[in-house]
C-alpha cells in the first residue's frame, strides 16, 4: 500500500524558512514522482513543486521559484521541500503526492494516485 506522510509544518515569521518532509512507503521509490501541493483557506488548492525522483528533474509553480526547493533522499524513500523568504501568502495546508514514474507538470489530478493527510504552514508575526 502506498503511503505518503508530511511533517515540518509549523509556525514561522515571514522571512523565516521551514523544511517540509514526505516520508513514503509501499513502493520502489526510484520509480516514482513527488509533487506538493498546498490549499489555502477559502482558495483552490496549488500545484507547488514536483521532483522526478529517476530523472533528477525539478519543477516549480512561479509563485515560488527561487525561494522553494525539492530534494530527496533516496535512502530514506523521503522528499523534502526547503521553503525560504516565507510570507503570509504561503500559510496553507501543504501535501505531498505520488505519480507513477515522471512529473507531469503542471500537475493532472488523475495522475495522481496517492496523497498525505497533509501538514499545515502558518507565516505570520
Known amino acids: 500500500e502506498v503511503q505518503l506522510v508530511e511533517s515540518g509544518g509549523g509556525l514561522v515569521q515571514p522571512g523565516g524558512s521551514l523544511n517540509l518532509s514526505c516520508a513514503t512507503s509501499?513502493?520502489?521509490?526510484?520509480?516514482?514522482?513527488i509533487a506538493w501541493f498546498r490549499q489555502a483557506p477559502g482558495k483552490e488548492r496549488e500545484g507547488v513543486s514536483c521532483?522526478?525522483?529517476?530523472?533528477?528533474?525539478?519543477f516549480y509553480a512561479d509563485s515560488v521559484k527561487g525561494r522553494f526547493t525539492i530534494s530527496s533522499d533516496n535512502a530514506k524513500s523521503t522528499v523534502y521541500l526547503q521553503m525560504n523568504s516565507l510570507s503570509p501568502e504561503d500559510t496553507a495546508i501543504y501535501y505531498c503526492?505520488?505519480?507513477?514514474?515522471?512529473?507531469?507538470?503542471?500537475?493532472?489530478?488523475?495522475?495522481?494516485?496517492?496523497w498525505g493527510p497533509g501538514t499545515l504552514v502558518t507565516v505570520s508575526s
Open positions: 521532483y522526478s525522483i529517476s530523472d533528477d528533474e525539478a
Open positions: 509501499g513502493f520502489i521509490f526510484d520509480d516514482y514522482a
Open positions: 503526492a505520488s505519480e507513477v514514474a515522471l512529473c507531469t507538470w503542471p500537475p493532472a489530478d488523475d495522475l495522481l494516485n496517492a
